[in-house]
C-alpha cells in the first residue's frame, strides 16, 4: 500500500533526527526558554521581516488555534470562520469547549471573502437585539485552505480593512504554509502574512516535523502573558528545546520552501496528468492538496494500492477525494500512480 | 404607543400579584424548598400525568436551556437545534460558553424533522474522522418554534424514535407552551410532551409570570444531582418560593390556559383579517406570534402608533415583521390596529 | 415556628409589592432598557456620588459575582478571595465552571488583609515558575464579610493601592450592603465604594427585595459590552423592569437604610442581651447577622421554635449558631428569642 | 554547568532516537491508530495485567490529568487533590479553565490520607447547603509525589476503598512512575495500580521519552468516546506513532525501569552522604527527587557551578532546594557534586 492520506504518514525529514541526536546529550532548561528556541525564533522572525514578533513553538495545530483564539476572545465573543474550517469542523469542538462560539460564513473553495465578513459584521451591528447574540472577535482564515486554495495577497488586505473597521483580529492557521507560499502563482510571503495578521502560525507537523508549529504574535495585547495561557491550554513541552531544534533544521538550508515545492509539484504533476485525461477536480488546487472526481468503480479498484480520502459524493456514479503529496513523497510512487488512474479511467 | 412587540411587556397576571401578597409576610425555607414550590410542583406532575417527575422553577429560559443541556452532555456532545433555535440564535453564546458546540440544521418554519436528524447522526457515526467532531447527545426542539408554528404529535414521535437510535436526549423548549396548547389544531398535550421527551419546560414568562419557567426532568439520569448544576448555572433564586406562587397562581382555575387561548385568539383574529385583504405571511401560525409581509410604507406608518418586531425584508419594498399578543392584549386594540393596517393596505 | 436561618425567609417589602401592584398594566420595553430602571439607576449613581457609573439590574448575587468576575478575567487570571469568601465557598463552583480559579487567603473574621493580598501577589511574581501558576486578576472582598464583620474604610483604601501595584481589579460583592452601611460605626458610605472599587452591588435579595441586585461598574473597561456577557451568563431578566422597579421602592423614602438599621439594631439586641448572660460570640459582629456559642442542648431545645443556622462545633459540648435579621424580622419575635435563650442558659 | 534542575534537562534515551530513525520512512496512518502503538498497548497492557484497559498515549501529562479529570466528572463535581498536587499548583488552571474546582487537602510529606478525605466526603454529604459547594467526583494522587514520596500498596488501598464508598473514581498521575516502582522498599506495583485505579497514566516525559505519557484506563465509564475528547483537549497527535514508538523502547530490554533504578540510585547516594555530614532534609524521599535544607552560603557557592530548583525557606539562614536525577545522569556528576557539597558545608 502507498499512502496519500495526508501529509503526515511518514516520519520527519531527517535533518531533524540529525540535529535531535546530536544534540540529545546537551542540558537546558525547559519549556522552549532554551538558546535553541531562542536561535529558531530570531530565524523565523527574520524570515518574516518581524523583529518585534513573539514567537512560540506549540505541540499542534489545534493547540495552537484554541490557545491564541482563547487568548484573543472576551466571553461574548465568536470568531469568524469559512464552514470549512478546520476549527469549525475538525476540532471535536475544541473552540467550544474553550467557550467561544464558531460564526461560520459559507465558504467559496475553501474561503471567505472580506465582502462576507463584512456584511456580517454591519448586520451584526445593526441587530437591535445584538445583545443577545454573539460578537464576531476575531477572523479565522486557512492559509492554504483545507481545499487546497490560496487567498492572494489582495484578498488578504481586503479582509485586514474589514477587520480594523470592525475591532477584529486576525489570525492564519498556516498549517500547510509551506505549501502556500512554494505554490506556483502565489502571490503572498511570510512578511505579508506578519503585516497584515495579529498573529499566524507556520506549520511543521504536515511540513516535516516529526510535530509542532511555530506562532508569531504580532499585536502587543496578544502578546501579553501568552505563555501562562499556552500552559493552561497544554500547549507548552517540558523538554520544549525539541520544537526549536526541528524549526532550526527546517529552516537551515532552504529546507522548509525546498520540500514543501516538491509536494506542491508531484501534486501538480498529478492534477494535471489526470486533467489531460479528462477528470474533473472538486477544486483548483495548486498545493499539495488534489481532490479529482473519479467514477466509484475505478476508486474501488485503486484502494487495493494506495490510501487516499474520502471527500465527497458529487453524484451518483462519481466521488471526489483527496490525494495529499508530502516531502516524503516519491516520484516514482506518483508516476504509478498516474499511470494506474489512467488505465482504469480508460478502461471504465 | 401600543406594544405588540413582545409577549412580556406587561407585569404579570393579576391572580400572581395577589397570591405574592397574600403569602408575603408567611416565613418559609428558601432555594425552592418550600411548601408552596412543593404545591405546585405536584399540579404540575398531575397535569402532564407524570407522578415520578422532578420539576425545578428556575428564574429564566436561558437558564433552563444552559442548565439542563449541561447536565446532560458530556464534554465532547454538542447539541442539535433548528438553525432559528433560541439557543442557536438569541442567548449570546450561552450554550458555548458552557464547552458545548450547537449543531444547527436549516429549518423548516422554525422546525427540524426525524428525517433530518437521523441523516445527520447517520453522516456522523459514518464518518472516519468522527472522533475529530463534535458527536450529538440532545435534540432541542421549541414548541411553539420561534416562528410560532406547531410540531404535531406523530412529528415528535418520530423525532423520540431518532433520539433512541441514536442514543440521544430529547428536550422542549416550552417558553410558550401555554400559546402552542391553546392553539386550534393542536394536537400534543403536557402528557405527552412528559411521555416522549427527557426533559421539557413549560414556560411562565411570557405567558403572564413576573418571571419563571417550571421544568421537568423525566429521564433519571438527568434527575440526578440537578440542584447541584442548578446552583453553579445561578437558576436557582434564594426566595424560591416566588417561582413556586406564580405558577401556583398560573395553574388554578384554568388560569394558563384561558390566558393563553385569549392571545391566540386575538392573534389569529389578527392573521384572518389581514388575510382576507390579502396580506401575506411569512409563514402560517396558529399561536400567538404572527409575521405579516407588510410594504415598508405601510410599516413606516404603523410604527407611529405600534410597537412591533421587524423581522426580515422580503423584497424591495415589504418586509416581514411580527406581531405578539399575550394574556394582557386587549381586544379593542387589537381590532384598532386591523383597522389601522387595512386602511393603510388601501391608501398603499 | 419562627425563623431566623436567613435573611429572605419572607416575601418583599410591602412598597415594592404595591409599586409592582400600581405598574402592572403599564407596557415597557424588555430586558432593563425602560424607564424605570433608568430612573433607578439614576438615583443610585446620584446616592454613590458616581455619575458616570454604569447600572445593571441583575436577577441574583451569584450571577452578579459570576459576570462581573468573568468579565474582568482574563482566560489565565484567577480571583483573589478570603477562603470564607461566597465565591469560594456557596456558589456551587460557579466561578471555576466559568474557568477561573479562586486564588482563597486564609480569612481572619471572615476578612482579608492588603498585607495578605500584597504578599500573594510578590509571591507570584516572584517565582520562576509563575507562568505555571494562576495569575491574580481580582480581588474580591464581601462587605460586610459572611461572618458579618466590616472592613474600616482605610483597610478598604489599603486593598485599592495593592490592588493598583499589581494591576488587579477591586471588587467588592454587597449582597448586605445595607446591613453594613447602617451598622454603628461603620465609617464606609456608598460613594467611598464607588470611589475605591472596580465595580460593587447593593445588594436586593438579602435586603428586602423579591430578588435581584444593582451592580455599579467604575472601570471602563470592564463596562465594555458587559450586557452581552450579563445575558450569555443569564443574569437578564425579560421583564427587567421588575428590577428597576423593586430598587426604585428601596431607595425611596430612605427605606432600604430604615429597614437595614432596623435589622441591624435587632440583632444587637440580641447580642447585646446574650452577652449580658455570659454567652460569648464567634466574632464581634455589628450587622444583621449575630454567632452566639451556645451548649448543645440548649440549642436542641431551641430548634423546636425557632429556626437558625448550624455553623460549626467550638468545643466538645458547644456550637456556634448563626441568627439573621432583617427587614420583616418583628421586635417581639427576637425580644421572645431573648428570654428563651437566656432562660435556657440559667437552666443550663 | 551541571544541571539537576529538572528530570528533562537532557533529549530521550538513545534507544528512542534509534527506534524513530529506524521507522522514520515508513508509512503510517495517524493519531495512534498505527500498529507501533497497538504493540506498544499491548505491552503495557501485559505489564499492568490488564488485558482490558484501554491505553492512549498522550503528548503530555498536564493534558492527560486535564482530559481524564474532565472525562470523568460531572459539572457541578471537583477534584481531590493535595494542596501539592501538579494540577493544584503548577497547571496554570488548566482544570479550573475547564470548569471544574481542585478541591485541595492540606498535604502530609505530599500525600493525603484516605481518613482525610473520608471526613472531607462526610462533611460534604453531612451539609445542608452541599448543593451550593462543589461536590467531589473523582480523587487526584500523584505516584510518587512532587515531593518524591510514595503512597504505600495499603494506602492506596484504604483510599480505593473510601473512592468506594462515595462514588469517587481514583487517577493517579505517574509522571515519575519508574522512579517510584524502581524505588527501595516500593510496595507496590503495576498491576497493583491497575486493580485499584480507574484510571492512571505511566509517565514517559519524565523518564527519558522526547515527550509522551501512556494513559490507562480501566473503569468501562471512562472509556467510551475518550478519543473524541482526548482530540477537543488537544492530546492527540497527528503522528501519534511517534509516541507508541518511544514507549516500545522504553519497554523493551527493561529500559524504563533500569533507568528509573539508575536515577534512584544516584538521588539516594546523594541524599546518603549529605545524611552522613548532618545535613537535613525537607522530606524523606527514596527517588529520584532529593530535598536537602542547605545553608544559603552554600547554596550561593553551589549555583555557579550546578542547577537546581529553590524550593522554600526553612530558616532565616536555610533553604531547601530540590536536586533531581534522571536515566542521564552521570555517576560521575554526582561525586562531584557531593564532594562540593560536603567540603561547601565543612567550611560554612
Known amino acids: 500500500m502507498i499512502l496519500f492520506d495526508s501529509d503526515y504518514t511518514e516520519g520527519a525529514h531527517p535533518s531533524i533526527l540529525k540535529l535531535l ?9 525547559g519549556y522552549g526558554e532554551d538558546e535553541y528556541c531562542e536561535k529558531a525564533a530570531r530565524r523565523l522572525k527574520e524570515l518574516c521581516a518581524a523583529p518585534d514578533a513573539d514567537v512560540h513553538f506549540i505541540t499542534g495545530g489545534t493547540q495552537t488555534n484554541l490557545t491564541l483564539i482563547t487568548a484573543a476572545l472576551r466571553p461574548h465573543q465568536g470568531v469568524i470562520s469559512a464552514d470549512t474550517g478546520h476549527i469549525a469542523v475538525h476540532e471535536s469542538g475544541a473552540i467550544e469547549a474553550s467557550g467561544h462560539k464558531v460564526l461560520t460564513l459559507p465558504d467559496d473553495s475553501g474561503k471567505i471573502s472580506a465582502q462576507q465578513i463584512l456584511r456580517f459584521c454591519e448586520d451584526h451591528y445593526r441587530d437591535e437585539t445584538r445583545e443577545h447574540m454573539v460578537q464576531p472577535g476575531l477572523v ?11 487567498y492572494s495577497a489582495r484578498e488578504l488586505a481586503d479582509i485586514r480593512s474589514v477587520c480594523d473597521r470592525f475591532g477584529l483580529f486576525l489570525y492564519i492557521d498556516g498549517a500547510r504554509c509551506g505549501y502556500g507560499l512554494a505554490a506556483e502563482g502565489a502571490d503572498f510571503t511570510l512578511p505579508l502574512l506578519a503585516e497584515l495578521c495579529d498573529a499566524f502560525y507556520i506549520g511543521g507537523t504536515k511540513v516535516g516535523a516529526l510535530f509542532g508549529e511555530a506562532l508569531l504574535i504580532l499585536h502587543p495585547a496578544l502578546k501579553k502573558d501568552f505563555r501562562y495561557i499556552l ?3 497544554v500547549g507548552r513541552l517540558a523538554k520544549g ?25 508531484l501534486a501538480c504533476r498529478l492534477r494535471d496528468a489526470l486533467t489531460v485525461c479528462g477528470c474533473p477536480f472538486l477544486i483548483r488546487s495548486d498545493t499539495n492538496q488534489q481532490f479529482p472526481v473519479l467514477p466509484d468503480s475505478v476508486l474501488e479498484k485503486l484502494r487495493q494500492k494506495y490510501g487516499f480520502s474520502y471527500w465527497q459524493r458529487t453524484d451518483e456514479t462519481h466521488s471526489a477525494v ?3 503529496t508530502s516531502w516524503a513523497t516519491r516520484e516514482e510512487d506518483v508516476d504509478m500512480l498516474i499511470r494506474d488512474i489512467t488505465a482504469l479511467l480508460k478502461e471504465a
Do not use: V, W
Open 21 to 29: 541526536s546530536e544534540t540529545n546529550m546537551e542540558q537546558t532548561c
Open 140 to 150: 479565522y482564515l486557512s492559509q492554504p485552505t483545507e481545499l487546497g486554495t490560496l
Open 231 to 233: 500552559k493552561q491550554r
Open 241 to 265: 528545546r525539541i520544537l526549536g531544534l526541528q524549526f532550526l533544521a527546517l529552516f537551515s538550508d532552504d529546507t522548509y520552501f525546498r520540500i514543501s515545492r516538491h509536494a506542491d509539484q
Open 322 to 324: 483527496r490525494f495529499c
